[in-house]
């Protein structure tokens, strides 16, 4: 066989890399809106930590979960992660930025509602009338500080 030039037609293809950033953010808002699960969320957390590429077992481990639940949390999620025998991993680097920002804004959301029950509270136990408390637990939900 020799090598040599060819005259057949080429299909060349063409990649919309902006039409593949929005699908993977459309998939990340996709499964915030509908909610995701404690043992989901911690499996993303190991999976962005760890360099995006881990176990099943070893997300079951430092997780303190049962590595079926971590199985069957990873398989509600295929579109953000790809699994192999023994690994898994998120499907990009930018689906991995996506969930990381989303995982910390969750936290913070979480920090500030904590917070702002607390100030609710106290403000309630120091016998500040409803409208005062309720202006202080709306202050901390929004990062106000009063």
């Known amino acids: 066989m020799s090598v040599g030039d060819s005259d057949r037609n080429r299909d060349v293809i063409e990649l919309d890399f902006t039409q593949i950033k929005y699908r993977q953010e459309s998939v990340i808002i996709k499964y915030l ?3 995701i699960a404690p043992t989901t969320w911690e499996s993303l957390e190991v999976l ?3 360099g995006g590429e881990v176990s099943p077992q070893d997300i079951a481990n430092e997780t303190g979960r049962h590595p079926g639940s971590v ?3 990873l398989g509600r999620i295929p579109e953000l992660v790809e699994r192999e025998y ?3 991993s998120l499907r990009s680097k930018y689906i991995a930025d996506l969930v ?3 995982v910390k804004e969750a936290r913070e ?3 500030r509602a904590a917070e702002a029950g607390a100030k609710a509270i106290e403000a309630a136990e120091r016998g500040l009338d409803q409208s005062t ?3 202080i637990a709306w202050a901390t939900k929004h990062d106000i500080d009063v």
Do not use: E, L, Q, Y
């Open 33 to 35: 809106a509908d909610g």
């Open 133 to 135: 408390s309720a202006f």
């Open 71 to 73: 199985r069957r949390a």
């Open 109 to 111: 959301a979480t920090r």
């Open 48 to 50: 962005i930590t760890d």
């Open 100 to 102: 990381h920002d989303a």
């Open 86 to 88: 023994g690994k898994v």
